[in-house]
């Protein structure tokens, strides 16, 4: 299949998916574009995709070229941010969704005021407790009400990476829990602040949005391989 049959395949897999759950949300799709070229980028703008995700600074840096022509691009950083690394990241990237940590969150909103930056984030969920993955575990309540409130960073959700398994209960678990803590501390905080969830990549997307994603990832389902296209 070439990109618009890809794309095309995708889109009916998603209204599938939003048909069969119970949250009808709408879906943001974002378009994984790491590994890839520049081109890539203008491949998925022309097609109505709008967010593009990359989890590496150094390589956005060398990719990003003028996006005068994108005037609704939205680049998001889907990767693990070292500390280092942030006040760059902060000029390349219009949101980071995975805040991983109560010192990040605190570089990131320190340095956005510092440079008087606004910029949104999400706050990643290790649902799956995996030793190898980032993020808060799902009962570190305490440490992630400590980045909601931080100036210049606004948090509007939670993300997650579903467990590496091929046990479809198990991916369902983990994104049903992401669902649940959100809920959890909306009403913690008596408010509905957290309106995002960012899970489901190509190979757990349907799954991800029967459960509630309002965010899916992907790259593979829509390029390929590296190189493919």
């Not at 993955?133 to 509007?156: A, E, M, S």
Request: contains cysteine; proline residues 2%; glycine residues 6%.
């Amino acid at each position: 299949m070439n990109f618009g049959e890809k794309l095309n395949f995708i889109n009916k897999k998603i209204e599938i998916a939003q048909k069969k759950s119970r949250y009808k949300n709408s879906v943001k799709l974002i378009a994984v574009t790491k590994t890839h070229p520049f081109s890539f980028i203008e491949k998925s703008y022309n097609s109505n995709i709008y967010s593009i995700g990359e989890n590496k600074v150094q390589e956005a840096e060398k990719k990003f070229k003028s996006f005068e022509k994108m005037p609704k691009i939205e680049r998001r950083f889907i990767g693990h941010l070292q500390s280092n690394k942030v006040r760059k990241c902060l000029s390349l990237f219009d949101t980071i969704d995975t805040i991983d940590s109560v010192k990040l969150a605190k570089k990131v909103s320190n340095i956005a005021k510092e440079t008087n930056k606004d910029l949104t984030g999400l706050i990643e969920i290790n649902t799956s407790g995996e030793n190898q993955k980032k993020g808060f575990l799902p009962k570190d309540i305490d440490d992630i009400q400590r980045c909601l409130n931080l100036p210049n960073l606004k948090i509007v959700g939670l993300m997650t990476i579903g467990p590496n398994t091929r046990n479809i209960n198990m991916v369902r678990c983990a994104f049903k829990n992401l669902r649940e803590l959100k809920d959890f501390i909306n009403l913690k905080n008596k408010n509905k602040n957290l309106t995002e969830l960012s899970m489901g990549m190509s190979g757990d997307y349907e799954v991800a949005i029967e459960e509630g994603s309002t965010m899916v990832r992907l790259g593979t389902a829509l390029f390929g391989a590296r190189g493919s296209l």
